[in-house]
């Protein structure tokens, strides 16, 4: 017949299990946290920069076109002494234009660019992401319940009156020593009620071994999970 478990705190597997449920709803929150800021600065490049900048590139290369006609308006003038007017600002307004102009286009390809790198970036988050969320989708859930079913069978186990198992062992064993010494002095009757007694300790024994399996088997399907849904 197995031996005993020795089972010394029962309590600890609720503990554990408590802390993994406060470290589940941690993970998944900072999961959560995460994702929403990934998803945010997508959209902030997709529907912001982006569009901010596919609507400065043409309205700036207007400014430019203007600025360059007003220079060429403003050579075209002759004063009446026969001499051109200052061209100077009308050139400076150009440069300025044209600056603006391309620094808003090499803006929109930047932002084009970094929004293909993040869109790659994103799928590779969420394949390294993926192994964390089946952690807490299955993995921890599974694992808070074995914990759940554990404690219940050791408790299980506990409640069983195995301590008296041995004494009821040893006592039939005496017991039957006795009746074989003094069966030539008894009467039928009691021997019959010998035979009675001695079949209601094996049974007691047999009941109180198959509670102590049931309750190890119970550990067992906990442990290897076969543990039913809470």
Request: aromatic share 4%; no cysteine.
């Amino acid at each position: 017949m197995a031996g005993e478990a020795n089972i010394t705190d029962v309590a600890a597997l609720d503990e554990l299990r408590r802390a993994m449920i406060k470290f589940r709803e941690e993970v998944g929150i900072a999961v959560a946290e995460a994702d929403s800021e990934v998803k945010s600065t997508f959209v902030w490049l997709e529907r912001d920069r982006m569009l901010h900048w596919r609507r400065a590139v043409p309205r700036l290369d207007e400014e430019l076109v203007g600025a360059k006609s007003a220079l060429y308006r403003k050579e075209m003038q002759t004063m009446g002494t026969g001499k051109r007017p200052s061209v100077i600002d009308e050139k400076k307004a150009v440069e300025r234009a044209k600056r603006r102009a391309e620094d808003a286009r090499e803006r929109l390809e930047r932002t084009r660019r970094w929004a293909a790198t993040l869109d790659r970036d994103v799928s590779i988050f969420k394949g390294a992401m993926s192994p964390i969320a089946t952690m807490i989708d299955r993995d921890l859930p599974d694992a808070i319940l074995r914990l759940r079913n554990m404690a219940l069978a050791l408790e299980a186990y506990l409640a069983t009156p195995t301590v008296s198992l041995s004494e009821q062992v040893d006592r039939a064993r005496a017991k039957f020593a006795s009746m074989r010494r003094g069966g030539e002095t008894r009467s039928s009757e009691e021997e019959a009620q010998a035979d009675r007694e001695r079949a209601e300790l094996e049974s007691d024994e047999k009941a109180l071994a198959a509670a102590r399996d049931q309750a190890l088997r119970a550990i067992g399907r906990t442990t290897s999970g076969e543990g039913g849904a809470p």
